[in-house]
């Protein structure tokens, strides 16, 4: 499986959030191929998605407001499912400003809150990045994450 972290964004990440969401990245690359994809629109990212899509159907996680709250170790279990059925890209996307359409939620297999409180792009993604590495280190049974 491939892992991607999406942002859909006019602009790329820059500064210090930038650079932790690149050191998170890298972090998740050691556990699985993971790579940042940053895209205009959520039109170009659906297009992005299905040019990558293989012999599976690539696996699509919207960070949203009303999406389900997970504790990180039930984050952990959801990726570890989808990693294990065989699907060969998972997408952890951020979406645009104002939102995701209600077509691309349709699409969604799992809408993810990081809270109830609103988030800049560049922090959602370092949060989306943290949490995916450590879903795979809780994955891996290495002690970053320690239960807390």
């Known amino acids: 499986m491939r892992l991607w972290i999406a942002i859909v964004d006019r602009k790329n990440p820059a500064g210090p959030a930038a650079e932790l969401l690149k050191d998170y990245v890298a ?5 699985i191929p993971c790579e940042l994809q940053v895209v205009a629109s959520e039109a170009k990212l659906l297009e992005a998605i299905d040019r990558a899509a293989g012999r599976t159907r690539p696996v699509l996680v919207l960070a949203d407001s009303t999406g389900a709250l997970l504790t990180s170790t039930e984050f952990g279990a959801e990726i570890s499912k989808r990693i294990d ?3 060969q890209l998972c997408v952890l996307a951020i979406g645009p400003a104002d939102g ?4 691309t939620r349709a699409r969604a297999d799992l809408l993810l809150s990081f809270g109830r409180i609103t988030l800049p792009h560049e922090l959602a993604a370092v949060v989306a990045a943290e949490q995916l590495y450590r879903a795979l280190t809780i994955r891996a049974g290495h002690p970053y994450h320690c239960g807390h």
Do not use: E, L, V
Request: aromatic residues 16%; hydrophobic residues 50%.
């Open 27 to 31: 972090r998740a690359a050691r556990y």
């Open 85 to 87: 059925s065989g699907a």
């Open 100 to 103: 995701w359409s209600a077509a």
